[in-house]
């Protein structure tokens, strides 16, 4: 293996220094102290791969120890040690190296010289599971303790290289070598540092007030100011410190590869100012060198193709890399034809695990170190352009493919995206945030589940520092205000919330974007408007309510947001509050507007909608009497369909109840339509119904029928009319039943119907209005208000009699 020259000064990192003074520091006094209960041990391991720096993190140590005339033991595995099945000849050559370093200290030479002595007896004896053998080993301690002792220190032990250590030997280092210390009379204690390509300390066997004491520090890439000052300690470093941003690009702060770098461009005599110019064959040393040669020596050339193609992937899981690695010409024998899964998930825990600690398991994926993925992905992308940009692009069709939401998903989405684009020599921000602005169109943020996700994916876009490097940290809040906007745009609602409470109370607040902006407030009238008034005297009963039912402050909020969709919270349905007059227009015809009821019963939960499919249920005429209805049960039918929708259709006879509830159990729909008649009781609202050919169809039914969240429109008489009633459940006595209302209770996304008797013709005409919009995208009580403009003029009442339930922004459609 080519080894390039390195510097001699240790890297100084402040943290790792301060740490380790404490833990000795924390050690010594408290044996000084003779603290009660106090175990005297501590252990740090550092762990990355090949160059990172964990060597260098030992000889720091090393040189506080010196600072503070502290004897140390250090030790490194050999690559031998792995291919060793006689355990008790690793511990021999483990204690004859403590045995020859403590000897070179001439004021422990009479102990030293006992513990050699000790030593052969130990090497004699051939069976390691012998109660001498035992009894040898805990001799050799004793002695280790009593030197210890005399010259007041812990004993410090190094042990480097440990991906080269048997699992069984680093257990008897704890279990036994050093359990033996710590536990001996008057212990001056025992500190151990480690460092090799895996932290050991987690899964050996250890006793669990050791792994209590221990801590292991992941070595990942370090900063562009550390690669400067870095550089400066190299050989002809200095000369090449104004290329530092240049060499960090290609090491990505890898102390190894930073000095292969300076060691080429100086061997080579490039000047610093055509560094540049160098980056292919640069490359090309830093993927033959240092990932072949020295991070990836001595791997199977399996090994080495697994690493690089999984490498494409921040992370993966199995039956990701099954299809990554589909295709892939010149794939090495072990990679079988039919390979599954199982045979990947295989594959990645054997590289998870000693000598070559080359996959990391996260909580629910696999990952290639860090470190090494990141040099692979830069030494791939300069070396093999077109090969790396296919690979990302089919990386990035995978995890959209995945169909997810998780905020973990859509970074990888903008990771590879932006990864297109810097290899394709695109613009990146521009890339990213156009993916970004389609991707959280799929979120719907009234799904909980799904703002959750949206703001985790706000919160980690900054987090993300492989993005941020690409995108450049300028610009990373404009990412964030696109998310920002998005919810906003979203979310942002008023809700006034009114509740009645007889005779004349009615406590009212409001909210907006879901901040409350004023408390409850409590106003009294003994007002109350016929629903004549409200048919025929529509704008000036409208005024006159508009001052009676809401408080002079709610009345200027509204007139100061009027365009914002609005969402009336009540337990009180005889007031329309839709057709409310603030001097200037209607509220429903200013707003976007829709009630929800409150109701004692919790409505039912639907799961979200899966896939792209559109399943519409289209109702009409089941009493054969209504022929307005039936042809536009028909416009309704071909409407949707031009849009792309799949609709069935019960029509006439075929409209049974039996039929309409096997339909409703066995598809999920996201619209019901129904034109009919319709019967609203009001001795006992639940048994209001939808009339159909045989029988009718209770409102009470939705509520154990519905098995999807559909929008409803009723195009019916009276089916919109709810019912205030009294019951001793509810403290302030009110809920809300009634047709409509019985589907919320079912789960539904919505419903829409009219509020009295209402023309056939019109009706059909108003329907096609409503979807003309709704199919386009706009959102439920856009659509409304767009129908109610349509038809304002119309005549006096029609327009005012359709009332929407439910959330006002919701879309009939998201994909």
């Known amino acids: 293996m080519l080894s390039y020259p390195t510097t001699n000064d240790p890297i100084d990192r402040a943290e790792q220094r301060r740490l380790t003074e404490e833990l000795l520091e924390d050690i010594e006094s408290k044996i000084r102290n003779s603290e009660s209960g106090f175990l005297p041990f501590r252990a740090m391991e550092f762990y990355g791969i090949e160059g990172i720096g964990k060597t260098r993190m030992l000889n720091v140590v090393k040189e506080i120890c010196d600072a503070h005339q502290i004897p140390f033991i250090s030790i490194e595995a050999s690559f031998n040690w792995q291919d060793n099945e006689e355990q008790n000849t690793l511990i021999s050559e483990f204690l004859r190296s403590v045995s020859e370093q403590i000897g070179r200290h001439s004021q422990m030479a009479g102990l030293a010289a006992s513990a050699s002595a000790i030593l052969e007896n130990i090497q004699r004896e051939r069976d390691p599971n012998s109660s001498e053998y035992n009894n040898l080993i805990k001799e050799f301690v004793a002695v280790l303790v009593e030197i210890q002792k005399q010259i007041k220190h812990p004993f410090v032990l190094l042990l480097d290289k440990t991906e080269y250590c048997p699992q069984g030997i680093l257990n008897w280092l704890g279990m036994e070598f050093a359990r033996l210390f710590v536990q001996a009379s008057q212990s001056p204690g025992m500190a151990i540092f480690l460092a090799g390509r895996g932290k050991l300390i987690r899964d050996s066997r250890w006793p669990n007030y050791f792994k209590k004491a221990s801590s292991d520090h992941v070595l990942n890439p370090l900063s562009l100011e550390f690669t400067e000052s870095h550089i400066g300690l190299l050989p002809s470093g200095e000369k090449y410190q104004p290329a530092t941003e240049f060499i960090y690009d290609l090491s990505n702060g890898h102390p190894y590869s930073t000095e292969m770098i300076v060691f080429e461009l100086s061997k080579m005599g490039v000047e610093v100012d055509a560094v540049e110019q160098h980056r292919l064959q640069l490359a090309e040393k830093l993927y033959k060198e240092v990932i072949h040669r020295h991070i990836l020596e001595d791997t199977s050339e399996w090994i080495r193709k697994f690493v690089e193609i999984a490498s494409i992937p921040r992370w993966f899981k199995p039956d990701l890399l099954k299809k990554l690695f589909s295709g892939i010409p010149d794939l090495p024998e072990e990679f079988r034809a039919d390979a599954d899964a199982t045979w990947f998930t295989y594959k990645a825990m054997d590289l998870k695990g000693s000598p070559w600690n080359l996959v990391v398991v996260t909580q629910n994926a696999y990952e290639i170190e860090r470190s090494l993925r990141m040099l ?87 987090q993300d520092l492989e993005l941020v490097e690409l995108i450049g940290t300028s610009k990373i809040d404009s990412l964030i205000q696109i998310i920002e906007e998005y ?28 901040n409350m902006v004023w408390p409850t407030e409590r106003i009294y009238t003994h007002q109350k408007y016929p629903w004549n008034d409200w048919r025929t005297k529509t704008q000036e009963t409208g005024k006159s309510a508009f001052a009676a039912y809401l408080p002079r402050k709610a009345q200027e909020f509204l007139l100061k947001h009027q365009d914002i969709p609005l969402q009336l919270v009540t337990n009180y349905s005889d007031i329309p509050w839709e057709l409310f007059h603030d001097g200037d227009g209607f509220l429903s015809l200013k707003h976007s507007t829709a009630r929800k009821p409150q109701m004692l019963d919790e ?108 929008f409803l429109y009723l195009n019916a008489c009276e089916t919109a ?52 919009y709704a199919l386009a995208g706009e959102t439920l009580g856009e659509s409304l208000r767009r129908a109610r403009l349509a038809f304002f003029n119309t005549s006096t009442d029609f327009w005012a009699s359709w009332v929407l339930y439910g959330d006002p922004t919701y879309h009939l459609y998201e994909p």
């Open 376 to 462: 692979i992905q830069k030494a791939l992308s300069i070396l093999h352009p077109q090969d790396t940009i296919l690979l990302h692009q089919k990386v990035r069709g995978i995890y959209l493919g995945l169909d997810s939401l998780e905020a973990s998903v859509m970074l990888e989405v903008l990771f590879h995206t932006a990864m297109i684009a810097l290899l394709t020599k695109k613009d990146v921000f521009t890339s990213v945030k156009d993916e970004l602005s389609q991707q959280v169109k799929k979120f719907n943020p009234k799904h909980e589940i799904e703002l959750q996700q949206l703001v985790q994916l706000k919160l980690t876009l900054k």
């Open 603 to 710: 409505p039912a939960s639907h799961p979200p909608f899966v896939g792209e499919e559109k399943f519409a249920l289209v109702v009409g005429n089941p009493t054969g009497d209504l022929p307005q209805a039936e042809q536009e049960a028909n416009d309704v039918t071909e409407l949707l369909k031009k849009h792309g929708w799949n609709v069935d259709v019960l029509m006439g006879s075929d409209a049974t109840v039996n039929a309409f509830a096997v339909k409703l159990k066995n598809r999920q729909y996201r619209l019901i339509h129904f034109a009919g008649h319709a019967q609203y009781d009001v001795d006992a609202p639940q048994q209001s119904s939808l009339r159909f050919k045989d029988y009718s169809w209770m409102a009470e039914e939705f509520g154990r029928q519905l098995s999807s969240q559909a």
């Open 721 to 772: 009319q709810t019912y205030t009633d009294s019951s001793l459940k509810n403290p302030r006595g009110e809920f809300m039943e009634g047709m409509a209302v019985s589907t919320l209770k079912g789960g539904a996304m919505g419903c829409l119907g009219p509020l009295w008797a209402i023309k056939d013709d019109l009706a059909r005409e108003f329907a096609l209005e409503f979807y003309k």
């Open 487 to 514: 919810l906003k745009r979203q979310t942002e609602s008023i809700n006034i919330i009114s509740e009645y409470s007889a005779p004349s109370e009615y406590r009212t607040s409001w909210i907006l974007g879901g």
